[in-house]
């Protein structure tokens, strides 16, 4: 079985969030760049299928030479080799056309992504991506099972879980839940001097279309004062006549 992991090169949540050019863009100065954690649940099940069932797992991205040491990091917890789109990923619709490609020349069985990424949490690419390629879909996954080309998926939905039978090529939009967060691996020093020799592959983009633009950014409203209540008498009071929720 031959396994892509696509992922995201995100900001850190503690980092400090920051514009420029009149807010038309994001400030990347001292900001500490990751894998997405939706993507990191699926490369660790990648990993799992790798170790118990012999896969091939490769990992790939959209973005400049800014987002190897986030590559790199993927190739040390084991992933066996990476390919960099050389494009700026300001579209969904543009990613998800890049990653086909790659999935196409790569002729994957599994194609494994985050449901959404943490930065702008469009939760498009997987879907998109599976639309392009016309391979079956499973969103939100949260357990992937696979014997041969059946496939066995939980996946969540409001109010419950929901139990599916598929067969590959899957493409997985991928959660926390798809492992414990206690399995998450962490690259050692071999896994470190490994991903050194391993292939990361920088191919240029196809011409695709940017269906969106960002205009411009907005940082949430400063959080406003607060009043202490002393009494229920007065809480009611105030959130019937001030903040008018009762």
Same mark, same amino acid.
Do not use: C, Y
């Given at each position: 079985m031959k396994v892509l992991v696509c992922i995201s090169n995100v900001p850190d949540t503690? /980092?400090?969030?920051?514009?420029?050019?009149?807010?038309? &863009?994001?400030?990347?100065?001292?900001?500490?760049?990751?894998?997405?954690?939706?993507?990191e649940f699926g490369l660790?099940?990648?990993?799992?299928? &790798?170790?118990?069932?012999?896969?091939?797992?490769?990992?790939?991205? *959209?973005?400049d030479a800014s987002v190897e040491p986030t590559m790199r990091k993927a190739l040390a917890i084991g992933a066996d080799e990476a390919i960099r789109v050389n494009a700026t990923p300001t579209d969904g619709f543009f990613v998800a056309q890049q990653?086909?490609?790659v999935v196409k020349n790569g002729g994957y069985d599994l194609v494994i992504g985050g449901r959404e990424s943490i930065d702008y949490n469009g939760g498009m690419v997987p879907g998109i991506?599976? /639309?392009?390629?016309d391979m079956n879909f499973v969103n939100t996954c949260i357990?992937?099972?696979?014997? +041969?080309?059946? *496939?066995?998926?939980?996946?969540?939905?409001?109010? +419950? &879980?929901?139990?599916?039978?598929? /067969?590959?090529?899957?493409? *997985?939009?991928?959660?926390?839940?798809? *492992?414990?967060?206690?399995?998450? &691996?962490?690259?050692?020093?071999r896994g470190i001097m490994?991903?050194?020799?391993?292939?990361?592959?920088?191919?240029?983009?196809?011409?695709g279309i940017k269906a969106t633009q960002d205009v411009k950014f907005d940082k949430p409203a400063p959080k406003g004062e607060i009043k202490l209540a002393e009494t229920v008498d007065e809480l009611v009071n105030l959130l019937h006549n001030e903040a008018k929720v009762i």
């Open positions: 503690t /980092s400090k969030i920051n514009f420029t050019d009149g807010d038309t &863009k994001f400030d990347t100065n001292g900001v500490q760049f990751v894998i997405n954690p939706n993507d660790t099940r990648a990993m799992w299928f &790798k170790e118990q069932q012999g896969a091939t797992v490769h990992v790939s991205t *959209v973005g990653l086909a490609e991506l599976a /639309s392009l390629l357990k992937l099972d696979i014997d +041969g080309d059946n *496939v066995t998926a939980i996946r969540e939905i409001d109010g +419950g &879980k929901e139990t599916l039978s598929t /067969s590959l090529p899957l493409v *997985v939009g991928g959660q926390k839940g798809l *492992v414990e967060e206690s399995d998450l &691996k962490i690259p050692n020093m490994m991903a050194r020799q391993k292939k990361l592959n920088v191919v240029e983009p196809i011409d």
